[in-house]
């Protein structure tokens, strides 16, 4: 009887300790998410010294933060990041490896950050998976493998990580360390994408922008949204080029102008183009409008008003030209409506014919042509505009018809 009851208040004892400790991390939770450090401190420290794996993680952060106003304490956050780990906390064990992998508070070793970015996975971080993945992927501190490289990519994917479904489904597409399976690549990048990864939704617009624009656009619209610089621009080229969508100079421009206000500078050459060809676009439309009027001053309505289409020549013509003599290739298209719409916004007539390489394709070279390369590249500054010199191409006519 006399054990019995020892037993019974020994019990006793040992569950009031854990309801009593239970209270105290969160105590020390709560303190720190509220943003009450000094008293998250003292109330962490004491748990953290009895080996309580959150209150030591919560330390951890704190020292990184800075403790008391001082400077982030770097080898104090990597010895309570290894108390915390030791007890199997994941978030900690995943830090722990990011340290040793920078060699933040403790000398780099790749091998202990390997230990913990393993140990962390394992316990289902979906970022340690992610970083682990990437180790494997590009052979760095481990054996190169790609299949153990996609399968963490997929496992994170799985828990959520954003930027592990896009890199699992560009994985599945390209058949890398997998099977290709287009329906499942584009499984995994629209649920990317639909949770606000922009990088995802610019990838969805490189896919379907030829077969599906609609669709195309609205992710392109919605990564340009988000602050990516690279759907802005590819944005320009849509609504400039006019393929996929109905033309529109001014939003493509507006599209462009974003895209380098996002720090894109490749994006200038093409906003240059637009504007250059918004201007012409501008010039034609007051000439125009003055030589109707002048027209039917002396000739009514039987004004003839419609645009010029110039010839194109075709493969027969550029196998004549002598192979070895240079020429400028000032726009490569897919349709003839497309040359002749760039050939008209930059007034271009003069100088410029359209060539049909094949089907869909569609080049734009000078009338000229040059035995010597140096006088090709005189003609760029001499006559171009500085939207297309930029972006001409003196080449070869021979090596039009052999690519």
């Not at 621009?233 to 206000?261: F, I, K, M, W």
């Not at 409506?337 to 003069?350: K, M, Q, T, Y």
């Amino acid at each position: 009887m006399l054990q019995r009851l020892k037993l019974i208040i020994a019990t006793g004892v040992t569950l009031l300790t854990s309801g009593t400790l239970a209270a105290d991390t969160q105590n020390c939770l709560q303190a720190y998410t509220a943003g009450k450090e000094a008293q998250a401190f003292q109330k962490c420290l004491p748990l953290a010294k009895e080996g309580d794996p959150q209150a030591a993680f919560i330390l951890a952060r704190l020292y990184a933060l800075g403790v008391d106003g001082k400077a982030p304490d770097w080898e104090k956050v990597v010895e309570w990041l290894r108390l915390s780990s030791a007890a199997n906390h994941a978030e900690a064990a995943y830090n722990l490896a990011i340290a040793y992998q920078k060699g933040k508070g403790t000398a780099a070793d790749p091998q202990q950050s390997l230990k913990y970015y393993r140990q962390s996975s394992e316990l289902g971080n979906p970022k340690a998976m992610r970083n682990l993945a990437m180790l494997y992927e590009k052979g760095k501190g481990v054996d190169k493998d790609i299949g153990q490289a996609f399968t963490l990519y997929q496992r994170s994917a799985e828990s959520g990580l954003t930027d592990s479904q896009l890199k699992a489904g560009l994985m599945l597409l390209q058949g890398e360390g997998v099977e290709k399976d287009p329906v499942a690549a584009r499984r995994w990048i629209e649920k990317s994408a639909d949770a606000g990864n922009d990088n995802a939704q610019l990838a969805l617009g490189v896919l379907l922008i030829d077969f599906d624009p609609d669709t195309a656009i609205h992710w392109y619209a919605k990564a340009a949204a988000a602050g990516n610089p690279y759907a802005a621009h590819n944005l320009a080229l849509v609504y400039s080029e006019g393929q996929s969508t109905p033309q529109d100079l001014y939003q493509a421009l507006t599209y462009a102008r974003t895209s380098l206000e996002l720090g894109n500078r490749a994006t200038q050459p093409l906003y240059d183009r637009i504007q250059a060809r918004i201007e012409a676009q501008d010039a034609r439309q007051q000439g125009s409008g003055e030589s109707v009027k002048a027209g039917s001053e002396k000739a009514g309505d039987d004004t003839d008003n419609s645009p010029m289409i110039a010839e194109i020549e075709g493969l027969n013509w550029l196998k004549a030209q002598p192979p070895e003599h240079f020429v400028v290739q000032l726009a490569r298209l897919t349709t003839s409506e497309g040359a002749h719409r760039f050939i008209r916004d930059f007034n271009l007539e003069p100088i410029a014919r359209t060539v049909k390489l094949g089907q869909d394709d569609y080049v734009i070279l000078t009338r000229d042509s040059f035995v010597v390369k140096a006088d090709a590249h005189n003609i760029l500054k001499a006559q171009l505009p500085t939207a297309l010199a930029g972006e001409a191409w003196v080449r070869r006519y021979r090596s039009l018809y052999k690519h």
